[in-house]
């Protein structure tokens, strides 16, 4: 069993940055980023290899937001830098076991946390 418990978000002004935490329990392969804009469905954002150390994320936010992991802390980040208010969704962390696929595979996720409100507004 997985569990997942974010942190960090918050609201904050167009150009502004957060940084959300997703402590983990238990073993896993690869850890995701989603998130789900108000109305709208749910995205995959970006996610990390936990033994590879390998990351990947959506264009949308390639260059922007950077993850990254702490094994010490069991601890999964997303620094999201340069924020717009199209960034404004509920961030979920989640996560899967298997090393037979990418960790780009959205659709491979199967634990799942409560999520974090990300606010980008003026």
């Known amino acids: 069993q997985v569990q997942l418990a974010e942190s960090g978000g918050g609201s904050v002004q167009p150009g502004g940055s957060l940084r959300l935490s997703c402590e983990i329990s238990?073993?896993?392969?690869?850890v995701g980023w989603f998130r789900q804009p108000p109305g709208d469905e749910r995205e995959w954002v970006a996610a990390i290899s936990t033994t590879s150390g390998n990351k990947y994320y959506a264009d949308s936010v390639k260059g922007r937001f950077a993850i990254s992991q702490d094994n010490a802390k069991n601890t999964v980040y997303l620094q999201m830098n340069s924020l717009k208010p199209e960034d404004t969704a509920m961030y979920t962390c989640a996560a899967f076991r298997s090393n037979r696929y990418l960790c780009s595979e959205a659709s491979k996720y199967n634990y799942w946390g409560q999520g974090t409100q990300v606010t980008v507004s003026s």
């Open positions: 238990g073993n896993r392969y690869c």
